[in-house]
């Protein structure tokens, strides 16, 4: 699988350092659909466009800038960028590192994956298994764009995880939702009974097929209606859907070519 | 705190009813920049571009397919989509409870403190039977029009209900395919050592976005017109893969 870099610098814990990648651990948007144009077919691509110019911009041509005004902006480079905090903008230097389980799930944000670049296999390989081992994930702090986040960084199967999390001034009082009244102790015996029966495994992916049967019955249904469209060909842009869906929704139409 | 109500729902499982409300957990602020235009710093915009005519493509003239082979498409209205949404209501499902440390960080999207709505019964009762027996509820719900997966937990004395991100939309940690490098028993030994030397308790407030007041004073600086002075990024040199046994063992006594 390809996986395209966010960013890239190094990963250090006291003395040892790791040149990594940041990749994606999330892919958004649910199952996709593409957004066709309802004249033509034709894909549709989110591009930053000029709207004084009437022009698409390439990257190149972007710039970052702060509002100071309604419609005037102050223009900041991305090397300005780097220096508001040089030393956390190509390295997340690990301060502390934590037990898994106290981490707070309050806290987490975005994850992403840390892959290793050519040279940093071997460190990696340890960082990750001693992660494993000691079931402990590593806190730092490190700048992405014009965004300092907190982080943390833990072993799964072996590959760094690193999830940014909310800082604690981000994180609303919930000290008037506490509720006043006592508690019974025979309705917690109670539900504590129910709570057994429903122990179960987690299981994530029964979710997941559930709403994907969902979204290829409504596909089925489609298909019996009207053929699929063509887009007219253009160069190739990027973005499919799921291949487990395509490979389900060839065998429909097999089926519905076959009935007419 | 005047906290607003963001929806309200009833968690359901087995003979158990509780009435709450949903409020937010989390606000950011953070200084926003936008992307300007380099050569006249007009501020750019997002649009949906027509492969073919290269234009931007208003809202009215979208349409949603699902593409069964290379270029073509299912056509698919976004609102007979929005028909699969299941009816709304006020359920708050709980289909099953698993111990709290099997639900991976990955999966956790948002989160939300419920607050008993009045007159609910059960809230304290579930808040510590979920923190005895140390589990969470997984649970499905429909708000606005969405259907949600989350997970039902306590903390301290409130039930907090987090979405999960759907399993197909999270990348597997295995298909990167990463190669496994052997270490060496001395040098997890070290590693061991080390992370223990350096762990400490989880205390998030012992953290501050420091970044955020020192981009503030940039952005005033050079609204003054003052210069920027330019710092390079700080660079660290890899440790390389037959030294890492050495830099272990400086570490370790580092730490001591």
Known sequence: MVHQGIWSGTISFSLVAIPVQLVRAVVPGRITFRLLHRTDYSPLTRRMFCPQHDTLVPPEEIIRGYEIEPGRYLPITDQELESVSPERSRTIEIVDFIDLDEMDPLYFDRPYYLVPLKGGEKSYCLLAEVMRQTNRAGLAKFVLAEREHLVAVKSTERVLTLVTLHYQDDVLSADAFAPKEESSVAEKNRIKGSIRKMMAAFDPGKYADARREKVLDLLKSKAQESAPVEAPHTTAEEGEGPPDLVAALEEIMREVKKKR | ?256
């Open chain 2, 1 to 256: 705190m005047a906290a607003t109500t963001i929806w309200k729902g009833v968690i359901t499982f087995a003979e158990t009813r509780v009435a709450v409300k949903l409020h937010a957990a989390i606000k950011e602020e953070r200084i926003g920049l936008h992307l300007l235009h380099r050569p006249d710093l007009v501020r750019l915009r997002q649009e949906m571009i027509c492969a073919l005519e290269k234009k931007p493509v208003p809202t009215a003239e979208q349409t949603k397919g699902f593409e069964v082979e290379e270029g073509k498409y299912l056509l698919v209205d976004p609102e007979e989509l929005e028909q699969t949404v299941p009816e709304s209501s006020r359920w708050i499902e709980v289909h099953e409870f698993v111990k709290r440390a099997q639900v991976d960080p990955v999966f956790f999207e948002r989160a939300y403190y419920l607050e008993p709505d009045f007159a609910a019964t059960g809230y304290n009762e579930l808040v510590e039977g979920l923190h005895e027996l140390d589990v969470a509820g997984i649970c499905t719900w429909t708000m606005r029009k969405r259907s949600y997966l989350g997970a039902l937990q306590a903390s301290g004395t409130i039930l907090r209900l987090h979405t999960l991100r759907y399993a197909d939309e999270v990348i597997a940690a295995n298909s990167l395919g990463l190669e496994e490098i052997p270490v060496s028993e001395r040098e997890l030994n070290i590693g061991r050592e080390l992370i223990n030397q350096l762990t400490a308790p989880f205390l998030p407030q012992k953290f501050v976005n420091e970044h955020e007041k020192k981009l503030q004073q940039l952005i005033e600086k050079k609204a003054r017109g003052e210069t920027i002075k330019v710092l390079r990024p700080r660079l660290l040199h890899p440790t390389a893969a037959d030294k890492l046994l050495q830099a272990l063992e400086a570490s370790l006594k580092k730490a001591a």
